[in-house]
């Protein structure tokens, strides 16, 4: 929802509050902090890397208060002493204190939190990211704080409070560290929406920590152009038969089928909706799409409806969003064992060989989960397939491209996602 980046959320913001509030400091003298990941130390002197990519130097005087917390911590009485000898590269620093030369700060304490601790607690949220739910939203209810989504064509209604944590992916990217903080009134049917907390008994309900959500659009079609100098690519959207053009980024996952690969995945969607697969020839494809994440596509023959399951925000979502992917219509899916964890496709689509912008050609069928985009900005892929005739062909009835394809696979996305 990439790979696994640091949340700049930071997760000491509470115990860096405490420390503010807490310490004395002189009415006269302002105070200053700086706050990043380590990137050397010299003396009683380290060099931070700040999350917005500058650099800071932070140095202790003898005085000066130095505790380690872990990720999660709340209270500094429990927070171990520490020398500044004892911080190490890739740690990550809050200090408070006053200016020195240029940005430096000469600090009076500071919060120290060890690479390795906050490694273990985001691999512990994605972790928890796949163990979440996810899907199409069906209905929003602002009055009982629910959210109602479609996930492997069951409803699940999703339970939010004052201490769930909503975040909105901006229009243009899935990089979870470019989710701003959002409100349950953005979330409108047909967004896409993943959550971790806790689930009931039969699944049918989930109590949400934490939740994401994002606009996103499902495009099949086939290829008109392509623009390697500007990492674009034109397609025809078999659903609206216009051209679209998509932006290709560092972050965008491009794959290629290979023709055996393509025909067992289509026999595959066959068996799962019996009675579904179309009669349209390979690339030949029609559909009626809503946009919002619903586009639906499917052969020629077969009839309308729009589902689709969003996957977990992954490290880019790729890296580590959680992914859900979903199920074709009459149960066609691949989940992992148990129904939890990424879907096994999404296992199998990783190893597919990668293809470049310029190895795509005119006619080739396609299909992607791309976002919204913006008046200023077109849609950039997350994931495009390429290969993918016979899918298209046999794709049951309601099919979108979010079931197959994760649309969270990519951005630090929940599967980024490190903290809240």
Do not use: C
Not at 141 to 165: N, R
Not at 171 to 177: G, N, T
Not at 239 to 250: D, F
Request: cysteine-free.
């Amino acid at each position: 929802m990439t790979h696994a980046p640091p949340n700049r959320s930071l997760p000491w913001i509470a115990l860096a509050t405490m420390l503010l509030l807490g310490s004395a400091a002189s009415a006269q003298t302002p105070v200053v902090k700086a706050v990043g990941t380590v990137k050397s130390v010299t003396g009683n002197s380290v060099v931070l890397t700040t999350d917005r990519g500058s650099e800071q130097t932070v140095t202790f005087g003898d005085s000066a208060r130095i505790v380690r917390a872990v990720p999660g911590q709340t209270d500094l009485k429990t927070a171990t002493p520490i020398a500044v000898s004892d911080i190490q590269i890739g740690d990550r620093v809050f200090a408070r204190g006053q200016a020195g030369d240029g940005n430096a700060v000469v600090a009076v304490s500071a919060i120290v939190m060890k690479q390795s601790d906050i490694a273990d607690k985001q691999q512990h949220e994605r972790d928890e990211w796949r163990k979440g739910v996810g899907g199409i939203v069906k209905q929003v209810d602002a009055a009982a704080d629910t959210i109602t989504v479609t996930a492997s064509g069951k409803p699940i209604i999703i339970h939010l409070s004052a201490e769930t944590t909503i975040r909105r992916y901006a229009p243009d990217s899935v990089k979870f560290d470019d989710a701003k903080p959002g409100t349950l009134d953005q979330i409108k049917p047909g967004d896409q929406v993943r959550a971790r907390g806790t689930k009931n008994a039969d699944g049918t309900e989930f109590t949400a920590q934490a939740i994401v959500s994002g606009a996103f659009r499902d495009i099949a079609g086939t290829v008109v152009s392509t623009d390697a100098a500007n990492n674009t690519v034109t397609i025809t959207d078999l659903a609206t038969k216009k051209p679209v053009v998509v932006k290709i980024t560092a972050d965008s996952q491009l794959r290629k089928l290979p023709p055996m690969v393509a025909m067992g995945i289509a026999m595959r969607l066959k068996g799962g909706a019996p009675g579904a697969a179309g009669a349209g020839a390979p690339g030949q494809g029609q559909g009626v799409g809503q946009g919002g994440g619903q586009g639906n596509w499917r052969g020629a023959g077969n009839a309308g409806g729009s589902s689709g399951a969003a996957g977990a925000p992954s490290s880019g979502a790729p890296g580590g969003a959680p992914a859900s992917g979903g199920q074709g219509a009459g149960g066609g899916g691949w989940r992992g064992a148990g129904g939890g964890g990424a879907p096994d496709f999404q296992q199998m689509l990783s190893r597919m060989p990668a293809v470049m912008v310029s190895d795509l050609n005119k006619g080739d069928a396609v299909m992607l989960v791309a976002t919204e985009g913006s008046a200023t900005s077109a849609p950039t892929a997350i994931t495009l397939l390429a290969g993918v005739e016979p899918i298209l062909t046999a794709a049951p009835a309601g099919t979108s491209a979010a079931t197959i394809l994760s649309p969270w696979n990519l951005g630090g996305g929940p599967a980024g996602a490190g903290g809240d």
